[in-house]
Structure formats: structure tokens, C-alpha cells
């Protein structure tokens, strides 16, 4: 008798604390700050079967939608990627893995979420994500600003290694393109003595021979060739930086170049003397 109260006692103690760790688990899966999606591997296709509530927010959808969905079915986007392959061996074979998964919008980082992936019991894994935007996007500034400083750096350089003002406008302009990408240049001079504007080098993406250069910049010429002409003289009267999201919203705006959408207009100084933009 004592054996089979004995036996019944650890068997409580057993199933006590099998609940208490449920327990412990639901609240972690609750409370977690991190995203979580569970699926099972059925037949090698992978099922979704819960995701946390911390998922739900962090993606912006309910996810109780996609039980009982292949991961095909649930997030059709992810098959033409690897993450079907390295979840299955997570499941199946408990190997981890972690990866980034980042989306851009006109060259900028959207959205970017850490992801890792880990067997819970065998043919069962948990993908656990965390939104990390902005820490990418910090990085990708950071990044920026490295590149911009390389650029001024650079033209610090060819500015001393140069004497023929053409040459030194050339240099800038390639330099811009191959550290910053930009696709379309312009540097100009300003006289004051009759406000006019000299354009000293060019460039435009897409124009493949120098007669198509050139017309583009007779083009420019003769369209933007005093500081009452467009926001570059805007830029040069009024001795600021502008920056245009839209640039055909701007009254000043000429169209030198079919296409040209933003554009960054920068005074060029020498003292308090604007020499250029």
C-alpha cells in the first residue's frame, strides 16, 4: 500500500509540476516582447500552428488566420527565398539558424526583422523575430554619413592636385557618382559681376555618347544661365541649401532633363561669397 501511494504521490508531483512549466511557457508566450511562430512538420511540408501575441503587433496582421496552412499557403513570398528549406531543418534535424530579412523603398530600409529559428521537440521548431528597423536604418545613416565624409575628403584632394577649375568641377562630379550613385550633376559657377551663371561640368546618366552630352548641356546652358533663372539662382540669391522631394512643385523649377524627379541644390562658398552651386 505504502509502495502504490508512493507511486501515485510522484506521479501528482509529476503532473504539478508539468503544469507549472505550461504555465511558466504561456506567460513567456504572452509576454514576450519578441514575435513567435510555431509549426510542425507534417509529411516534410511544414504547418503552421500558433504564432504569440507579440507576432500579431510586430506584423501588423492576425495570425491566427494561417493555422492549419502550409507555411506556402500562410506567407507565399517566403518560397521563393530559403527560409521553407532551414525551417524544415530546424524541425527535422534540430539545427538553428538565424538570417535578416530587410525591405527597401526607394533604396531605403522599410522594415527589418532578425529572425531565428530552433527545434522545440523534434518535428516541431519556433521562428523567433525581433523588429530591428531601426537599428538598420541608424546603420545605414551611419554608413551614409562615412561615405559623404569620403566624398568631401576625396575632393579635398583633387581640389589640391588640380589647378584647372573644369577639371576640379569633372573630379567632384565623379566622385559623386561613384561613392554616392548620384545619376545627375551639375556644377556651376557664379559672376556677380552680371549675376550670370557658368555651368563648369556636367553629367547625366543614360547619355552614352559625348554629341548627346553635349546637347544636354547646351540645353542647361541656355535655359539656366543667370541667377534669376530656376532654383539654382534662387539658390545662389538667396546663399541656401534647398532640397526638393518633388521638384516640380517648386515655382523656380526649370526642366533642364526630362525624368528629374528630387534634386539637392548646395551653395558652393568661399568665405561668406557664394562662388557657385
Known sequence: MHGVIQDITERKQAEEALRESEQIYRKMNENSPLGMHFYRLEENELVFVDANPAADKLLGVDNSQFVGKTIGEAFPSLMQT?????YRDAAAKGIPWSTEQIDYEDGRIKGAFEVRAFQTTPGNMVAVFADVTARKQAEEEMRQRVTELETVYESGLAINQLLEPRQIGQKIIELLE??????????????PQDESLELLAFNLSGLETEAEQREAAERFKTLIHHSSQGVTGW??????????GDVSSNPDYVEVCPGIRSGLYVPIKLGERVIGT
Open 82 to 86: 530559403e527560409v521553407p528549406e532551414r
Open 235 to 244: 539658390v545662389v540669391r538667396h546663399q541656401q541649401a534647398i532640397r526638393l
Open 178 to 191: 561613384q561613392k554616392l550613385g548620384w545619376k545627375y550633376t551639375a556644377v556651376i559657377l557664379y559672376n
